[in-house]
């Protein structure tokens, strides 16, 4: 790791301080403090580690639903399914849009590294689908949605059929990407990062591209769309990347580049705004049954 890897920030100040930092992060809302939230059915275990749960929110009528399943952001390192603002705005609004929402944890660094959170994430789809069968739900109507290190695994998933298919994982419609971070690894790490991704991803080029959603991807994928912040200096080069490789294999894509900071665009997201109006609208057009 040479010394050029730790000068420069790699998405801005801000961003550094958010997740070098670790303090400004939300965290996880007490049950009393949530606000007005659907029915939930909490700490659905998919393995046997107390990080291994999701909570899924319902809607009133959960035969043929389908299910937004939400991957939270925090450098590979922290963050929580319930964080303060990021959930309660996406459950109230999809859940009554007809939209089953589930919101998962995962193991995290240092103890697990992004290979194997993004086949913990695996493994919680798989469960999810289950779930979501069992309650009448359409277990193959899924959207694979995350933020920031979220959408870094979500886009490994996608890039990774096989990772998906070795937990059980049946087809899903789409992947939203908000803002991900290290979609192209080998980039990043190439480039003027912070230390949280010499963390996640080490020293070693052959990890770094078998971590990589652009370096993996190789066949036609459900669609994507990905979300950009416009200011960050790497976001959409390294999304568009993702997508133009993905649609070289006849995957529909979508790029949506916004004037928002990294927070902005997940926490933006679920409120009734354009933004979220552009994200449901590509969804409709996959086949995601939301409700007006």
Not at 10 to 20: D, I, T
Not at 92 to 104: E, F, K, L, P, Y
Not at 196 to 201: G, I, Q, V, Y
Request: net charge positive; proline share 7%.
């Amino acid at each position: 790791m040479n010394a050029a890897s730790r000068r420069s920030p790699w998405p801005g100040l801000g961003f550094a301080l958010l997740l070098a930092l670790g303090a400004t992060f939300p965290q996880p809302a007490p049950a009393a403090a949530q606000g007005s939230e659907a029915p939930a059915m909490r700490e659905i275990a998919y393995g046997a580690h107390p990080a291994q749960r999701f909570d899924a929110y319902l809607p009133r009528q959960t035969k043929g639903a389908p299910t937004i399943f939400y991957v939270h952001g925090g450098g590979w390192r922290r963050g929580d399914k319930a964080m303060r603002g990021l959930i309660e705005a996406k459950q109230q609004r999809w859940t009554a849009a007809g939209a089953i929402v589930i919101s998962t944890n995962y193991r995290m660094l240092p103890d697990t590294d992004p290979l194997e959170q993004a086949r913990d994430v695996a493994r919680a789809v798989a469960k999810a689908q289950d779930t979501v069968a069992t309650l009448g739900g359409d277990p193959e109507g899924f959207v694979l949605m995350g933020h920031s290190a979220g959408a870094h695994l979500v886009g490994l998933l996608a890039a990774s059929p096989q990772m998906a298919r070795e937990s059980g994982v049946k087809p899903w419609r789409a992947s939203v990407l908000l803002d991900g971070g290290a979609i192209d690894t080998e980039a990043t790490m190439q480039g003027r990062h912070l230390p949280l991704f010499d963390r996640a991803f080490g020293d070693d080029p052959a990890y770094w591209r078998a971590a990589s959603p652009v370096a993996r991807i190789a066949a036609k994928t459900a669609p994507v769309l990905a979300v950009c912040a416009s200011g960050r200096r790497d976001s959409c080069p390294a999304n568009r990347a993702f997508l133009d490789k993905a649609a070289r294999y006849g995957t529909r894509t979508r790029l949506l580049a916004k004037p928002l900071s990294h927070m902005q665009i997940n926490r933006d997201l679920g409120e009734d705004n354009a933004y979220t109006r552009e994200v449901e609208a590509f969804l409709r057009g996959v086949g995601v049954a939301l409700r007006d």
